[in-house]
């Protein structure tokens, strides 16, 4: 397959990080959470997300998210994969910027949503889908649209 326009093909095979994402959604609102002290996108929202841990399967490493993060436990089966983004983080980036992300809906969960990582996260509210903060991390917009949408797979971040 011919490179894209403006990429640099490599010969070299690089490492591809797997993140997860949570698109809590409930009566046609998301719930998204406002980033504090981690040297990555503070003062912007996101939604609950992390990295799947070497040889964690993505669903597990969803359900630990969550649980971590928001306080709510989610069944592994009750996830329900809502978007694939192969994404590369803007310039400057750190060599390992390449991720590919796993954006998944939840049919059910149990607990109600809280912060459960204060030193990372100042602020976690649910927001209109159709009304969303101008601070959203872009990537998490798109991908919220993308969802709506009904696209199961994006790039995002490619030249």
């Known amino acids: 397959m011919p490179a894209r326009e403006g990429t ?3 010969t070299s095979r690089g490492t591809v990080i797997a993140a997860v994402h949570l698109l809590l959604i409930r009566n046609g609102q998301v719930l998204l959470a406002r980033r504090c002290h981690t040297g990555y996108e503070d003062g ?3 939604v ?3 990295h799947a841990e070497r040889g964690e399967p993505v669903t597990v490493a969803m359900a630990r998210e969550a649980r971590e993060e928001a306080g709510i436990d989610i069944a592994c089966a009750d996830l329900v994969l809502a978007h ?3 994404r590369r983080a803007p310039a400057p980036a750190a060599a390992d910027s390449e991720r590919i992300d796993f954006f998944f809906t939840a049919r059910r969960w149990q607990g109600e949503p809280r912060i459960g990582e204060p030193d990372k996260c100042d602020d976690l509210r649910w927001f209109a889908l159709d009304a969303l903060p101008s601070n959203v991390i872009p ?3 798109a991908a919220l649209a993308h969802h709506r949408d009904r696209m199961v797979f994006s790039e995002h971040g490619w030249p």
């Open 139 to 141: 990537y998490v917009r």
């Open 84 to 86: 694939v983004m192969h």
């Open 48 to 50: 609950v997300a992390g």
């Open 8 to 10: 640099v093909m490599s």
């Open 44 to 46: 912007q929202y996101s």
